[in-house]
Every structure is written in C-alpha cells, then in structure tokens.
C-alpha cells in the first residue's frame, strides 16, 4: 500500500493575510517564547527556528511577532483536506499540520503516479502554501521522510529504505525515553532500528517499540480514519495588520470569495447568503449578512455586494481578521435567456434586488401584492420582492373600474376647481373591523390637465386620493 505525507511547517503563517511582503514575520511559542515558523525576510535578517523571542528581536527591530495558535492550524488543515478531497479521496488530518493520503486507489484513475502527483500539485499550489512531502509504504515511512524534507515520490521500495535508514530516531513517533533507552545501546537512526532482531527488541523493550517497527515497515496494520467533506464553506482569515478603515477590506475579502467561487464551482452550485463576521481587537465581533435573490458563486458578485453592505457598517475598533461563512448553498439553475433579446446584458430581477438590499438593508427593500379590501389604502400590501401572485381571485384585479397609477398616503383636500369627468363609484366597505368607510368616487380633471381620483363623504367633503399617470 502505497501512501503520501503532506506536511505543511508554516501552516499558520501561510494563513496570515499579508499585503506588505517585505515585512518580517515570525510565529512564536506561547509557551517558551520560541520561534516555531518565519517567512523568508526574517530568516534573511538571521533569524532561525527554535531561537528565543529576546534574541530574535535583538537581531531585527521591526520582527512582527504572533503567538501560536494550534486551533488555527487545525482549521486550516480541514479547509486543505477539504480542497484536496476535490482530486483525491482517502484523505486522513493528522493535525496540526500534516495529511496523509492513500495513493495506491488513486493510481487506475490517474494511469501512474507521476499523472496523480502532477494533477495533485497543480490543485495545492493554487492555496499558496509551503509543504514537504513524501511517499512511502507506511503511513510513519512516510511521515519521517516528508518531516525531514526528502521531497521525493516514488514507488520504488529500495529507494524509499535508502532513503529512510539515515534519518534520526528524534524525527520518530517514539518517545524520549524510548529513544534515549535505544541511544545508551548505540542506536542512533532509523537504519540501524531497523537491523536489530525484533526478537532481541522484543526482550529488552515494551510492546510499544515492537508495534512502532511492524507498522512503520508496513508488517502490521495501521488504523487509519479518513476524512469525510462537510458540504460547506466556512473560512478564517487573520490579518497581518489592524484594518481601521472598512474600504480596505476588499483585498483580504476578494481571497476569500476566490475560495468560495472555487468550492462552489466544482460543485456546480450557488450560494444565497453569506455570513460575514469582523473579529476586532479588543471588542465584539461585528456580524452582517450578504444576499443573492438569484444565487452567485463568483466572487466579483459577492464583493460587490459585500462593498455595498458595507458603506453602512461602523466598526468601533479595528479588524484584525475576518470570517465568512456561506449558507442557502444549492445547485445551479440557470434560466433561459433568448441571446438575440435586446436586453442581452442588463442585469436580472434577481440580482437588481440583490444590489438593492445589500444597499439599503433586507428589511428596506419589498414587492407589493394585492389584497381582498375594496378600501384604496388597504388594497395592497408589502411582500417579499419578486414573489409570485397568490391564485386566489382578488376582489379587486377582476374589477372593471378604473385605478389611478399613484395612491397618496393620506387623502389630501380638494383645493381648486375640478371638472367631474367620471363618476360616481361608491365604496362602502370596513364595518367588521371598525374602521368604516362610505366615499363617492370620481375621476376629475383640473383647469392645468391633471387627472384626478376624488372621493366625497357623506357630510359633501371633497378629498383627493390618487393621481393618474
């Protein structure tokens, strides 16, 4: 069985947003305050791994320093696993910063390993990560050669125990005891381990040394649990530098929606909402969401409708990473479109609505659908936007009277002289709910030419309630 070891040593680095490359960088130990990852412009100022947070500094005045934070890598690991699971299945997470994936099912679908690993190589370079790898005929061969930097793939048995027989214990899966028990009888690498008689181990060790060399030459079985995709996107992003002003997101954001356009796309689906959530420093997160009526996966459309949101979103302190989280993900429908229409281009309905409420808010943006009331300000009532009429005959769509265009909020009293053209309709509705109404409609005519819809009550005063268009 032939396997493949991704390991991924600056894992949290390479998930910082960064838009000054010349910047040094360095994550650092909690702990010990030592250097556990640096990008290349600290190792240029001679900076190395494993040295003290107190030299490090001493040797580059403007080392921006980040805690490790275990909990990231391992959101990381998920979202490549995830990534990966696109071109390869029986993917494994052994976090924080490695996947191990079993290659020989892959081969009958790629026809040979140099094929699997080039389809393979093209799908990871395009997260921008730094990564070691190795292949192997155990999971552990596998791991300590792609841990000690072989970077070699290969089916060849011999090569890969040439390889593997120089390697230190440090870089095994053994313990310090363990190790330093081998080191006092003179075994100090891999090779010479793997000489001793497990007759001779046997006696002198515990069980565990006996199942570590079994598995790692592939004599015993190494239980394995493989990933299994969740269908959703969900991703962090931290950012290298304090954002104040919210136009500057648009950057770190666009890498993400790009994400989003990729994991949609190779579903063939769209997503109509998206949660974005503004991690500040030192205060509560700032939580908003983004909607498509029509459903987008590309991720020019999200940011212009995340842009527009936005405009109207003030932070009280200034954002140091961002999540976002997409939701209502279903497949694609595409409408029919005539290619020969004149409106060939213009947007939809759909996304018309989608710009509106990302403008000015869900809550501010309706359709309008009538009502069963023969009362004019009554007759009609907000909707969601574009939803279809109900097929319930309304009292009013099958009435043969005219209707003017532009209903006023409030009736306004008549002022000047007006002819009566049309006239009267009376309207005597509203008894049951206690708001009564008794009016004569007409249809008159100002001096100028406006045409008018008034009504008269019973006490003979005259009120204009609409306008014809």
């Given amino acids: 069985m032939l396997w493949l070891y991704l390991h991924f040593p600056c894992l949290q680095l390479d998930s910082l947003y960064q838009a000054d490359e010349q ?3 360095a994550i650092v130990h909690g702990r010990n305050s030592d250097v556990l990852q640096l990008n290349q412009h600290a190792l240029n100022a001679g900076i ?6 107190g030299s490090a500094a001493a040797l580059c005045h403007n080392l921006q320093v980040i805690a490790y934070d275990e909990k990231q890598e391992k959101n990381k690991l998920s979202q490549i696993a995830q990534w990966l699971y696109l071109v390869t299945a029986d993917i494994s997470l052994l976090p924080p910063n490695g996947l191990l994936l079993r290659v020989s ?5 790629y026809q040979g390993l140099e094929n699997y690993w080039q389809v393979l190589q093209q799908h990871l370079d395009k997260l921008a990560l730094t990564y070691q790898f190795s292949s192997g005929y155990s999971p552990y061969a596998a791991r300590l050669l792609a841990v000690s930097g072989t970077n070699q793939l290969t089916d060849d048995q011999h090569q890969l125990h040439r390889l593997l027989n120089p390697l230190p214990l440090q870089v095994s899966e053994l313990s310090r005891k363990v190790i330093n028990h081998l080191n006092r009888v003179g ?11 497990l007759s001779d181990i046997a006696r002198r060790f515990d069980i565990e040394l006996v199942t570590y060399i079994g598995r790692l030459q592939g004599q015993l ?3 394995v649990d493989f990933y299994h995709p969740p269908e959703q996107f969900k991703h962090y992003l931290e950012l290298m530098f304090e954002i104040s002003n919210l136009e500057y997101l648009q950057k770190p954001l666009l890498n993400v929606f790009r994400l989003l356009e990729q994991f949609l796309q190779f579903r063939d689906k769209r997503s109509g909402q998206l949660n974005i959530e503004l991690h500040l420093r030192d205060a509560d997160s700032v939580h908003f969401q983004v909607h498509s009526a029509e459903g987008a996966y590309r991720a020019k459309q999200w940011l ?8 109207s979103i003030k932070v009280s ?28 281009g213009a947007i939809s309905a759909n996304e018309l609505v989608s710009r509106l409420q990302a403008k000015l808010g869900k809550n501010k943006v309706h359709g309008i659908e009538l009502v069963n009331d023969h009362r004019p300000e009554l007759a009609n009532a907000c909707c969601p936007p574009l939803q279809k009429p109900s097929q319930k005959k309304s009292l009013v769509s099958g009435h043969s009277s005219l209707r003017p265009s532009f209903i006023l909020p409030r009736p306004l009293p008549v002022t000047e002289k007006i002819n009566i053209q049309h006239g009267p309709e009376r309207i005597v509705a509203g008894w049951w709910d206690k708001h009564p109404v008794i009016r004569d409609y007409f249809i008159a005519r100002t001096p100028n030419g406006q045409w008018l819809w008034v009504y008269r009550t019973p006490a003979q005063q005259w ?3 609409g306008l014809f268009s």
């Fill in 221 to 223: 079985k190494h239980p």
């Fill in 317 to 344: 302190a200034p954002v140091v990473a961002i999540s976002v989280e997409a939701k209502q993900i279903r497949a694609n429908d595409f409408s029919m479109m005539d290619m020969f229409s004149k409106h060939c």
């Fill in 304 to 311: 212009e409708l995340s842009q527009l949101t936005l405009e």
């Fill in 463 to 465: 009120f204009v309630h």
């Fill in 105 to 109: 099912h892959m081969l009958s679908l």
């Fill in 48 to 53: 190395k791994k494993g040295m003290g947070l």
């Fill in 23 to 25: 910047l040094p960088v």
């Fill in 187 to 197: 075994v100090q690498s891999i090779g010479e381990l793997l000489r001793l008689p």
